[in-house]
Nanobody, 122 residues
Framework: QVQLVESGGGLVQAGGSLRVSCAAS????????MGWFRQAPAKEREFVTA????????YYADSVKGRFTISRDNAKNTVYLQMNSLKPEDTAIYYC???????????????WGQGTQVTVSS
């Protein structure tokens, strides 16, 4: 079992930066791929980025490539999402997910956090 808790969301102006974190409980964190998803009002949840268990493989949605960076610290059981050059269209609730690589990327993880709100003002 893995429990995920996101933090670090908030309000930022367009062009600004924000880092959100996802702290995981459970001894199996090191063996899981991790991912970030987001859901804007009245929109479907969408994939943002994923990182494998060791941190040496990452994958990004085209909409965030070059602006967002995912990383993880297995010693701290935490995954991070650094968001730069933020745009109003990045406004959403951001969720982290854990599981096998394929299930994470497909959005079919068994483990999800409760989400953290990110709002980008124009």
């Amino acid at each position: 079992q893995v429990q995920l808790v996101e933090s670090g969301g908030g309000l930022v102006q367009a062009g600004g930066s924000l880092r959100v974190s996802c702290a995981a409980s459970g001894r199996t964190f090191n063996s899981y791929a991790m991912g970030w998803f987001r859901q804007a009002p009245a929109k479907e949840r969408e994939f943002v980025t994923a990182i494998n268990w060791s941190g040496d493989t990452t994958y990004y949605a085209d909409s965030v490539k070059g602006r967002f960076t995912i990383s993880r610290d297995n010693a701290k059981n935490t995954v991070y999402l650094q968001m730069n050059s933020l745009k109003p269209e990045d406004t959403a609730i951001y969720y982290c997910a854990a599981g096998r690589w394929g299930t994470v990327v497909a959005g079919k993880s068994a483990y999800w956090g409760q989400g953290t709100q990110v709002t980008v003002s124009s």
